[in-house]
């Protein structure tokens, strides 16, 4: 059973979302401080932490920070006033989703649910379990990247935003394209959350050039195949 960790200052909000997840397989932990959650996230082997923006000793947006030091977990942040600029900070520190406060919990089953069916996502008959281009590999069965021979560490969104491109090289995928394949229970995340994911991506493939923008119509990627041995 996918075992989830809440690290939210809500004493109250934890038990019964805990009894709600169960009701869909999920097994929920809760921390009530930010210092209490890290120590529980290396701890155990957490499959995803859900974040809350309004924490003492250290807000969401710096928890988020210190967890992608350590850990590609998926992490899906809670923001009190649905603050757009609150989602976009934490798309760009590395968080897989947002949900604004009050939420109702089966929406939080949803994405939850979302979001761990891209980490499981298997490789079926057109789908090749690995892509070999000139100093790229992506190893879609084991969600390994590297780049130049060396490991890259990814999100989830961002692997799955690289697996997108790589399946046809050349081929370019509108801002709407992104948004469907990826988030596509995300009606009002707009373009700008994938400009910030392309970002991050592009940051952490330097010093490759490999994801173009064609104005006006989306991004492709653009790296030749490897060499036949």
Do not use: W
């Amino acid at each position: 059973m996918p075992r989830i960790l809440l690290i939210d200052d809500d004493e109250h909000l934890a038990a019964p979302l805990a009894t709600y997840l169960a009701r869909f397989g999920l097994v929920l932990d809760s921390a009530l401080r930010p210092g209490q959650g890290l120590a529980m996230l290396r701890a155990t082997a957490y499959d995803a932490a859900i974040l809350d923006v309004m924490l003492p000793e250290m807000d969401g947006f710096a928890l988020c920070r210190e967890i992608r030091k350590e850990s590609d977990i998926p992490v899906v942040m809670l923001t009190a006033r649905g603050d757009v600029m609150d989602r976009v900070v934490g798309l760009e520190l590395g968080a897989d989703d947002y949900l604004p406060k009050p939420f109702e919990p089966r929406e939080l089953v949803a994405r939850l649910q979302t979001i761990l069916r891209r980490q499981r996502v298997a490789p079926g008959p057109a789908r090749q379990p690995r892509r070999v281009f000139q100093d790229l590999v992506i190893d879609l069965e084991a969600r390994e990247v590297l780049r130049q021979g060396q490991p890259v560490d990814l999100t989830g969104t961002e692997f799955e935003l690289l697996a997108l491109l790589a399946a046809e090289p050349g081929k370019v995928f509108s801002r709407d394209d992104i948004l469907n394949r990826l988030r596509g229970h995300e009606a009002d995340l707009y373009t700008r959350a994938v400009d910030i994911v392309v970002s991050r991506l592009r940051k952490k493939l330097e010093p490759l050039d490999c994801i173009k923008t064609l104005r006006n119509a989306g991004y492709t990627l653009a790296v030749g195949k490897a060499a036949a041995p």
